[in-house]
């Protein structure tokens, strides 16, 4: 019966978190769900048709907040539906729909697609020339092509008297032989 149905302000709203918003922080106030009860004096109730085990909402309030983490990798939207109804007829219900975007944090350290790999340079090769073998390859599971994702490549040696020998290409992971006399 929506003759007693709350009236709603607005029926959508949107807001953004960070994937590392703390748990049990309160969300989305500028996007918070505004009703009007059917009749002067009514007491609303607010509950969520699926909380997808993240967010839950208070009965009276309609203060919304998370419960678990959000993982930008996993889940970047949800749709929540809000149900919002007069306590004392609870066939009048009203929907109000809020899309929470999850926004991306640089949480995730790069991966080498191998542990570990091989190149090779001819003892008479001159300085200059590029390591032959196989590409080496790192990923970064953060947003693509934002600063969070961008890798920079280095090379370490186990002794530093083979420092001068190669050089690595920060941006492409190419190594060269800088001084083969030392190799």
Known sequence: NREYAP????????????????????????????????????????SLKDSYDIFKIDRVTGDLS??????FETQRMYS??????????????????LYVKVKDVNDNAPTFTNSSYTCYILEEQAAGI??????????DLDEKNTSRSHIIYSLGFYDDSDSGSLSLNSSNAVVNATNTDEL
Not at 7 to 34: M, Q, R, W, Y
Not at 66 to 71: P, Y
Not at 87 to 94: A, K, N, P
Request: charged share 10%; aromatic share 6%; net charge negative.
């Open 7 to 46: 009236s709603l302000v607005s029926s959508t709203g949107n807001c953004s978190l960070f994937e590392d918003t703390p748990v049990n922080e309160s969300i989305c106030t500028n996007a918070h769900v505004k009703a009007i009860p059917a009749c002067t004096g009514l007491a609303l109730e607010y």
């Open 66 to 71: 998370l419960v678990a983490k959000l993982d």
């Open 130 to 139: 590029t390591c032959s073998g196989e590409s080496i390859l790192a990923y």
């Open 80 to 97: 929540l539906q809000v149900i919002v109804s007069d306590v004392l007829y609870t066939t009048g219900t009203t929907t109000y729909n």
